[in-house]
């Protein structure tokens, strides 16, 4: 089975690009959103990438995981208390 090609614009696949880095857009969501495959989002974010982050994304990440380990432990507080009603 012979699959045919199709060329993404430039200004498309940045647009992909910078939905799922800064936006924080799920690959699938933006894989659907656009008709494409997930592994070739994945291709295109593997071939982007340099090594380590920079620092301002080190930062960045290091927010945005203490606030999603926030969010599981007053989650995880409040199935708890539900339980414990129960």
């Known amino acids: 089975m ?6 993404i614009p430039a200004d498309v696949k940045a647009d992909i690009l910078r939905r799922v880095k800064e936006e924080g857009v799920p ?3 933006a894989a659907q959103d656009h008709g494409l495959s997930p592994r070739t989002i994945y291709g ?7 090594g380590a982050p920079s620092w301002n994304e080190f930062s ?3 927010k945005q995981n203490r606030e999603l380990f926030e969010v599981v ?3 995880t507080v409040k199935l708890s208390t539900a339980q414990k009603k129960n």
């Open 44 to 50: 295109w974010l593997g071939k982007g990438a340099t």
């Open 73 to 75: 432990g007053e989650l």
């Open 2 to 7: 012979n699959k045919k090609a199709h060329k």
């Open 60 to 62: 960045r990440l290091q």
């Open 27 to 29: 690959v699938l969501k």
